[in-house]
Nanobody
Framework: QVKPVESGGGSVQPGGSLNLSCLASTTIFSVYPMAWYRQSPGNQRELVAERSISGLANYPDSVKGRFTISTNNAKDTVYLQLDSLKPEDTAVYYC????????WGQGTQVTVSS
């Protein structure tokens, strides 16, 4: 099975921004809603953004107004714009469908620290 490939993570100071990318597949985009998840040490993986096939986005309160999910179907890519980052946003970020049907990729590390 094809795994998503995430990239774009890094280390930033609080208040900084990052733009994450995820290469998936055109077939997946047309059949399932896409989503971004994150997992920090000692915690379960959590949903941070989802985008329906029709383009409607949904976010938990913890990131609402700071994170933005978007897609470029022509490039088989899902993006997650992270703004106003906080130390508690530190985690490995993954993309997948919602519900999850693809194998998990390796993720991309986001570290927010002063």
């Amino acid at each position: 099975q094809v795994k998503p490939v995430e990239s774009g993570g890094g280390s930033v100071q609080p208040g900084g921004s990052l733009n994450l990318s995820c290469l998936a597949s055109t077939t997946i985009f047309s059949v399932y809603p896409m989503a971004w998840y994150r997992q920090s040490p000692g915690n379960q993986r959590e949903l941070v953004a989802e985008r329906s096939i029709s383009g409607l986005a949904n976010y938990p309160d913890s990131v609402k107004g700071r994170f933005t999910i978007s897609t470029n179907n022509a490039k088989d890519t899902v993006y997650l714009q992270l703004d106003s980052l906080k130390p508690e946003d530190t985690a490995v970020y993954y993309c997948n469908t919602r519900p999850q049907v693809m194998p998990w990729g390796q993720g991309t590390q986001v570290t927010v620290s002063s």
